[in-house]
């Protein structure tokens, strides 16, 4: 579920920006015993917490409103979580809130591509969303086969990586190592986590690639941070490129593959190993797709990438 910061804030919590629920006239709490109130509660408020693997992101109060994304697409009725309270509102740092992208009947994705017609008859079926970046470079759009999670059909929308490239060479990684867990592509995580595996063939000749540069130390759970660039008119990364089902490839560039503490000074890979069990999944996160166009053709199974669009 959605989640965004709600007015009135908790004393010494952040409240701009937020939704003031007081200015709109569509806006309503979903009470307990509501369809779309997952809690065992009862009373005029449905209380709601927003998971991320084994971490609370926010405790919310679930509402619903009329969200409207241009004049000619709006949807009564929207759910999602106002976060009121407490020291969660201060989860988001300088974003409101939270947008779920995952397949539930009443969540954005699903509402966009199951919406009535169009005056002229036209329907919607497909969505896009952009990470901006500083980069003006654009490219064109390709795509890859969309699946869904077999165990979890109504979780997020999740496209099959089957390799990795460094520098153009291929990692001796067999798909399967890839496609044993799903590949989501997540819009509130930062960095990219590969199974195991996978990480650790990406990280080796990553390093062996930037062998002449400076060691520094790790940096959260980046443990790929070796390179020191102070001082240094230039310096080269490695292209790493992603490759997905149906043969189509996503190069990274160098502001996608590395995360830096300061601005070009200290350099992390930014990938890492997904901590099983608690991750079973692999993750694009949004560093990796800065800068891309990501377009969900979801009547037509698919996902399409526009590198520079952004």
């Known amino acids: 579920t959605s989640a965004s910061r709600c ?17 709109s006239s569509s806006f309503a709490a979903v009470p307990c ?35 409207a994304l241009s004049p000619s697409a709006t949807f009564a009725g929207f759910t999602f979580g106002c976060v009121e309270f407490g020291a969660a509102a201060k989860t988001f740092d300088a974003a409101i809130g939270l947008i779920d992208l995952s397949r539930s009947s009443h969540l954005l994705a699903s509402r966009v591509i199951s919406s009535p017609p169009a005056a002229n008859g036209t329907t919607t079926a497909a969505f896009s969303y952009c990470l901006p970046s500083s980069t003006s470079s654009r490219d064109f759009l390709s795509y890859a086969p969309l699946s869904s999670n077999p165990n979890h059909p109504n979780s997020y929308f999740v496209a099959d990586v089957v390799g990795i490239s460094v520098a153009g060479t291929q990692l001796p990684v067999p798909p399967t190592v890839f ?26 000749e990553f390093r062996k690639a930037m062998a002449q540069y400076a060691a520094a130390p790790p940096f959260q759970v980046l443990d790929t941070c070796r390179y020191n660039f102070t001082g240094l008119d230039r310096f080269a990364v490695p292209a790493v490129a992603l490759e997905f089902g149906g043969g189509m490839k996503l190069g990274l560039a160098v502001d996608q593959t590395m995360y830096f503490t300061e601005p070009f000074s200290v350099g992390c890979l930014a990938f890492a190993a997904a901590p ?29 990438f526009i590198p520079g669009s952004c």
Do not use: W
Not at 186 to 197: I, K, Q
């Open 7 to 23: 007015k009135p804030c908790f004393a010494g919590a952040p409240c701009d920006p937020a939704f003031d629920p007081s200015r």
């Open 33 to 67: 015993g509501s369809p779309e109130c997952p809690m065992d509660c009862t009373g005029s408020n449905c209380p709601f917490t927003v998971p991320f693997g084994n971490t609370t992101v926010a405790n919310c109060t679930l509402v619903r409103d009329t969200l």
């Open 179 to 204: 496609t044993a867990a799903s590949t989501m592509l997540e819009v509130a995580t930062e960095f990219t986590f590969l199974a195991p595996a996978a990480y650790a063939a990406l990280r080796d």
């Open 276 to 304: 099983l069990p608690a991750f079973p999944v692999s993750v694009i996160g949004t560093l990796a797709q800065r800068s891309t166009e990501v377009v969900h053709d979801v009547r037509g199974g698919r996902v399409g």
